[in-house]
């Protein structure tokens, strides 16, 4: 007889997640960390009710494609041109010192030798703390005024420029993860992905501007956009060995400047990957972060890795602020507005954890960094900004 355990196993999802995201958001915490609490508390570190099935994983793994996506078909290039060079030399630095320190920290703590597989797997867990999430900045300089600054506008460019490295830094750490033991065959495999998304990206582009013009608010019209995001995510994973996730970003930005239909496309991918994919995904990370493996090294390592990821983005996004001739308060703020991590991070954590490259025993200290990062991001810059002179 078939079993109909999985739609049993969906409703406790959708509703245990968005019950304790409401919470949280009551209590100004980001509503992932609700999702994250949920998959925790009903997985197998709390009541065992969830359990990973190959419907979880699957759906799971279509949330993370759809939330690159989106990312992607929401970067807002123009902005990113206009900020141009100081944009690229914060978030470059935002993303390299965080590689280097988490990563390095990774290597301290659990490799016992220098070998290319353990500096890759040190990458990988650096390259976890490279992305930002500026929702939660976004929302502090509003609420505060400024964020129509130049400090602002340059603090939100360096984060899609940051999404966009790291993204890059991923492709290149999953093709080497999986191409075997010739590094240059995978960087050529990678150029070729970029080539290759350039190309249909022209032809892709130009056949949504033309069906936008009558039809951009057509359902049709999103569902070309997913047939596209899907099938970027397929040619990426398996003819170029890049990770699904690169391929549906770059899906993403091949439509972010398709004017007429970008913002209809991004709003039904929201509503359909939060009503279901996205809840699943947040789930399925709650369930791996298993609480019951957590040992005294690994709540050390937990705590220095906090520090390291707020430390690491003050230092590099500030040194890059610094570098183009920003003050040191303009440089400090624009350091602590890039220490949020959310999505992305998981993301990343989850692609390395299914490449074999992270460790499953260290996902708690990861996860307790991401949300640290989170909550005390706008904490900081409130304090930053309330006591320097004012943001130009």
């Known amino acids: 007889m078939e079993s109909y355990t999985y739609l049993l196993l969906l409703a406790l999802i959708l509703l245990s997640t968005k019950v304790l995201g409401l919470v949280t958001e009551k209590i100004h915490m980001p509503q992932v960390v609700g999702a994250l609490l949920a998959g925790i508390i009903l997985g197998p570190s709390g009541f065992g009710v969830l359990q990973s099935t190959d419907f979880l994983v699957k759906t799971a793994e279509i949330g993370v494609i759809m939330l690159m996506f989106t990312a992607g078909i929401d970067t807002d290039l123009e902005e990113v041109k206009r900020t141009g060079v100081q944009a690229l030399t914060i978030a470059t630095a935002g993303v390299v010192v965080p590689l280097f320190l988490c990563g390095g920290l990774y290597f301290l703590f659990f490799e016992d030798g220098f070998t290319f597989y353990n500096v890759l797997k040190a990458a990988f867990v650096g390259s976890v703390f490279s992305a930002t999430s500026v929702s939660i900045t976004v929302e502090t300089l509003n609420e505060m005024g400024k964020l129509k600054t130049k400090t602002g506008t340059t603090l939100l460019s360096a984060a899609l420029i940051d999404d966009i490295l790291g993204i890059i830094v991923l492709s290149i750490l999953s093709g080497l993860s999986s191409g075997g033991d010739n590094p240059l065959l995978v960087l050529v495999r990678i150029a070729l992905f970029f080539l290759f998304s350039l190309v249909v990206g022209f032809i892709i582009r130009k056949a949504f501007l033309y069906v936008s013009e009558e039809h951009w608010h057509s359902r049709r019209v999103a569902v070309w956009a997913l047939a596209f995001c899907l099938l970027m995510s397929y040619c990426a994973e398996t003819l170029f060995g890049v990770a699904d996730i690169t391929g549906a970003y770059f899906a993403g930005l091949i439509l972010c400047?398709?004017?007429?239909?970008?913002q209809f496309v991004a709003k039904k991918f929201t509503v359909t990957s939060y009503m279901i994919f996205t809840p699943v995904f947040f789930a399925s990370v709650g369930m791996k972060t298993d609480l019951t493996t957590m040992n005294s090294e690994i709540l050390v390592f937990a705590l220095l890795l906090v520090l390291a990821a707020v430390i690491s983005k003050i230092i590099g996004?500030?040194?890059?602020?610094?570098?183009?001739?920003?003050?040191?308060?303009?440089?400090?703020?624009?350091?602590?507005?890039?220490?949020?991590?959310?999505?992305?991070?998981?993301?990343?954590?989850?692609?390395?954890?299914?490449?074999?490259?992270?460790?499953p025993v260290i996902l708690p200290a990861i996860v307790l960094s991401i949300i640290a990062s989170a909550l005390i991001t706008p904490?900081?810059?409130?304090?930053?900004?309330?006591?320097?002179?004012?943001?130009?």
């Open 257 to 262: 400047n398709v004017t007429k239909s970008r």
């Open 317 to 359: 996004c500030g040194l890059g602020g610094k570098l183009c001739g920003m003050g040191n308060h303009q440089a400090l703020v624009v350091g602590i507005g890039m220490v949020a991590r959310s999505e992305v991070a998981l993301m990343v954590a989850q692609k390395g954890i299914s490449a074999g490259m992270i460790d």
């Open 379 to 392: 904490v900081l810059l409130k304090v930053a900004i309330s006591k320097g002179p004012e943001l130009a």
